[in-house]
């Protein structure tokens, strides 16, 4: 079956069909995938059976892989695998419990940002015969395009400050269960500064990349300006016309661009409902 691109009726995404991510993918439909993930930025491959492997050799495909910092949550086995659950075993966590706590995108807290993650479900809650947990992706892109000119005139030439340890410190402030960085997580990953609008250099389309999670201050202004600021773009990017909603299934791998996207997670349910996933997380170039 020749593989195909069905775009969702949202401001970005679509679904890539007839193709087995367990199988060795030829050139043309990589270049069809490809071309796909740069014009919509968040793409879905419904009912794969991959195996850790496999899924890393898919995701080589794009480039180089991330070993996370927060190695406590990688894959024992493959480390390039982060574990996203809220699973325990006895009293500890076997994986990220608060991925997606906050509006943000993956690694941005980094000086070379990832240029996409793929996520693959293989535990999803469920209540009634309706899955729980769902995702919610912005596109950076479209947000960008619809703010006034003179609002792209005033935050032309910001950049802000970007942090892992800010991001914990949050987690913890509000109640999550979760640890600080340790001294040598914290120093793998110092505090980044991004322009906050940026080119995407997969598509070289301008995007807003400030995001609610990550971000500590823009850099320059006073405290309560940077903070009314933030929040402003904030609140714009995530508004519901630039957002899609992703309800998971089973064997579905999404992948989504951390530059041109911003997501969330849905937090709507609890142990005993489990939830599942393994992510892969590219490289990115370093960003202005
Ligand atoms: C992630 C993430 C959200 C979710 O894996 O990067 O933010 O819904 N996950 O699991
Ligand atoms: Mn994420």
Redo the contacts with the bound molecule.
């Keep these: 079956m020749a593989v195909s691109i069905h775009p969702f009726d949202t401001a970005l995404g679509a679904e890539v069909r007839g193709l087995d991510i367990s199988r060795p993918v030829d050139e043309e439909s990589f270049a069809i995938v490809n071309d796909a993930y740069k014009k919509h930025s968040v793409l879905l491959f419904r009912n794969q059976e991959l195996t850790p492997q496999q899924h890393i050799a898919f995701s080589r495909r794009f480039g180089k892989l991330e070993i996370h910092v927060l190695d406590q949550w990688c894959h024992a086995d493959h480390p390039e695998i982060?574990i996203?659950s809220n699973i325990k075993d006895k009293d500890r966590h076997i994986g990220?419990p608060h991925?997606?706590r906050y509006w943000?995108t993956?690694l941005s807290y980094m000086v070379a940002p990832s240029r996409g993650?793929l996520?693959y479900a293989i535990e999803i809650p469920e209540q009634n015969g309706r899955a729980l947990?769902?995702?919610r992706f912005a596109s950076a892109v479209a947000a960008y395009d619809a703010l006034s000119e003179e609002i792209k005139k005033r935050i032309a030439d910001l950049s802000a400050t970007f942090s892992l340890a800010h991001h914990r410190s949050k987690l913890m402030a509000d109640g999550a269960d979760e640890n600080p960085l340790t001294a040598e997580q914290q120093a793998k990953v110092p505090v980044a500064v991004h322009k906050i609008v940026q080119e995407n250099p997969l598509t070289g389309r301008k995007c807003l990349f400030v995001n609610e999670g990550h971000v500590v201050e823009i850099v320059g202004l006073a405290q309560e300006e940077s903070r009314e600021l933030l929040a402003m773009l904030s609140r714009h990017v995530t508004k519901p016309e630039f957002v899609y909603r992703h309800r998971w299934q089973v064997g579905d791998l999404l992948m989504w661009d951390n530059v041109a996207t911003q997501?969330?997670?849905?937090f709507d349910y609890a142990l005993p409902q489990r939830?599942y996933?393994l992510?892969t997380t590219l490289e990115g170039v370093a960003l202005a």
């Design positions: 982060l996203v990220v991925a997606g943000h993956d993650s996520l947990g769902d995702t997501h969330i997670a849905e939830r996933l992510r």
